[in-house]
């Protein structure tokens, strides 16, 4: 059975995390491994992917710094969106052809991931077509309102970049931006859909058997103090 070898490093800068991506990209495409699944947190940050439209930021760069954000261009597809404490970010780099799977199955692979994790804590996700993420649907109360983002980078049939999950994470941030390009539509969380609190620690293990099923994988988790060389695993 293929094995994907789960990382967690925690509370980690955006700008650590891209080299952690690079050095894993780099690990899987040299020794031919099944894949390298990254579970962290971030500061806060904005992200822009390759197609954004720097007019989705809202906020001068100047309000952005004053309200302990940063902000980053990156090689992901997708537009701007919000990385901070609270949700749940994960990278999987994946060598597709473990897998034989193209692009848009494996962007479906981790919108199923989400669902997954979403059902188990009774709150009913989906899909919604010609737009990307995962999200509720419409009721008395709210509109149709995203939890869940996506925006991956794929070279030499290596998958980069990934998914954010909101758990507990502060939506104000998300006040700054048409978060991904999307006009009209909200951002939501699990603890604000739930009115209780969730524990990131069991949503993060609920993830990981997710990713488990979906991919059908054996999974091998590493501590970050058990990477040899500094990095390799």
């Given amino acids: ?28 495409a040299e020794q031919n491994l099944t894949g390298i699944v990254i579970l962290l947190e971030h500061p806060p940050v904005y992200t822009f992917g390759k197609s954004a439209n ?3 930021l809202l906020a001068s760069p100047e309000f952005v710094k004053n309200i302990g954000a940063s902000i980053f261009k990156t090689d992901r ?3 701007v969106t919000f990385h901070g404490p ?5 990278y999987p ?16 692979c981790l919108e199923k991931s989400m669902i ?6 009774n709150i009913e996700a989906g899909c919604i077509d010609g737009l990307t993420g995962v999200w509720l649907p419409a009721n008395a109360v709210s509109a149709e309102r995203k939890i869940g983002a996506i925006g991956v980078r794929v070279s030499r049939g290596i998958t980069s970049h990934g ?10 941030y998300f006040y700054n931006i048409i978060p991904c390009g999307i006009a009209g539509k909200s ?21 990981v058997a997710a990713i488990q099923a979906v991919f059908g994988s054996k999974i091998q988790i590493i501590k970050k103090e058990e990477l040899k060389n500094g990095f390799q695993c």
Avoid at 86 to 90: D, F, I, K, M, R
Avoid at 190 to 203: H, Y
């Fill in 77 to 79: 597809g997708g537009d």
């Fill in 163 to 172: 998914i954010a999950l909101n758990i507990h994470t502060d939506l104000s």
């Fill in 116 to 121: 997954s994790v979403l059902k188990k804590y």
């Fill in 187 to 207: 951002v939501t969380s699990m603890e604000k859909e739930l009115g209780a609190e969730v524990r990131f620690e069991s949503v993060k293990k609920d993830f």
């Fill in 86 to 90: 609270g949700q749940l970010v994960v």
């Fill in 93 to 108: 780099i994946i060598n597709l052809a473990y897998f034989n799977l193209g692009i848009r199955d494996y962007v479906c």
């Fill in 54 to 56: 720097v007019n989705n």
């Fill in 1 to 28: 059975m293929k094995t994907l070898k789960i990382l967690d490093f925690g509370l980690t800068p955006y700008e650590d995390a891209l080299e952690i991506q690079r050095q894993c990209v780099a690990e899987v």
